[in-house]
């Protein structure tokens, strides 16, 4: 396999931006083992993409207990390539993890309960042979167990040095605020909030999210800024056999409507004008809004990785730019 770009180099590739008011500071663009890294997937080019984007400059990496499939393979296939290739760069490597879904059998195998949140966070260490984590985040609200149970646990992940900082994720705007206020009382390194966010699906800004985050110093990482895809060129003269909408659960080909890809064509047009890729646009589009500190990127293969990385580049809009993305959007 290739050899990694010297160090001086490689960081010089992705600018950074700090999580809110914390010492974490993230590249612009993160890369996300949710899917292609799991046991139904190539392990050879799943270690070529992480290696890959290390060498772009891309030292985040995103997991959680779940990804898969099977769940809790795409940690494994992480900890053996970590141990085997990245493992002498620890130190410059920001690795995170996540636990909420459902895990095992029995009343304590999901949500967010103290024994399910620290026995995950064990469980996620040993499958990616690390001795802690970056950050660990709840990864959905638990409707039944108390959120102080769920952010004591968290404290306890990070006091017991099982992680250096926590995160959640998908809660709502007013549950965000009140587990991070949990935090803060504990004075538990609460830095960084991860929920889904793109150009078509706009909740956290539409009910206040990104300014609840930056009014108390939290930074904001968004998975799905393609909208699984739907944000490139992938599906515009149809639906590729390999795709995810074919393969993911997650996206139903149903909803490739002709609508929808009308939509997207007059977005490829915006790009286009301005030198960029859609799928560069819609990251380009995320990093320009408030509050935010990194992009979530999920990818197939290392060209994907490529043209996303090219997105910092650009994220200055004219008003005129934001408008006809607005009017093509929310029409």
Not at 164 to 185: H, M, P
Not at 211 to 232: H, K, N, R, Y
Not at 240 to 263: G, M, W, Y
């Amino acid at each position: 396999m290739e050899q990694y770009t010297a160090a001086s180099d490689r960081y010089s590739l992705m600018p950074c931006r700090r999580s809110g008011k914390s010492g974490v500071i993230l590249p612009q663009v993160s890369l996300g083992l949710w899917h292609n890294f799991g046991s139904v997937d190539s392990f050879d080019n799943a270690r070529k993409m992480l290696r890959y984007a290390f060498d772009l400059g891309i030292f985040h990496f995103d997991l959680a207990n779940n990804y898969g499939p099977e769940p809790g393979s795409a940690e494994e296939n992480f900890g053996k390539i970590f141990t085997a290739d990245l493992k002498k760069h620890r130190d410059e490597l920001l690795i995170s993890t996540k636990a909420g879904f459902r895990m095992w059998e029995g009343p304590y195998g999901e949500w967010g309960s103290r024994k399910n949140l620290v026995a995950s966070c064990d469980q996620s260490l040993k499958r990616m042979q690390l001795d802690y984590v970056d950050i660990f985040y709840h990864h959905r609200p638990d409707p039944e167990t108390p959120v102080e149970e769920s952010m004591q646990a968290l404290d306890y992940i990070v006091r017991s040095g099982r992680a250096l900082y926590v995160g959640i994720s998908n809660y709502s705007t007013e549950d965000a605020a009140k587990a991070f206020a949990i935090l803060r009382e504990l004075k538990t390194p609460g830095v960084i909030y991860q929920g889904c966010f793109n150009m078509l699906r706009r909740y956290h800004e539409d009910n206040g999210m990104f300014d609840m985050l930056s009014e108390t110093g939290i930074g904001a990482i968004c998975f799905s800024p393609l909208a699984q895809g739907v944000l490139s060129t992938k599906y515009l003269t149809g639906i590729p056999a390999d795709s995810r909408a074919v393969r993911n659960h997650f996206l139903k080909t149903d909803s490739i409507t002709p609508e929808l890809r009308q939509k997207v064509a007059a977005l490829n047009e915006i790009a286009l004008a301005r030198s960029q890729s859609l799928a560069q646009m819609a990251l380009s589009w995320i990093l320009s809004r408030k509050g935010v500190t990194s992009v979530l990127i999920g990818a197939s293969k290392c060209e994907q990785i490529a043209e996303c990385a090219q997105a910092p580049e650009k994220c200055t809009f004219t008003e005129d730019e934001y408008k006809q993305i607005d009017h093509i959007v929310l029409k």
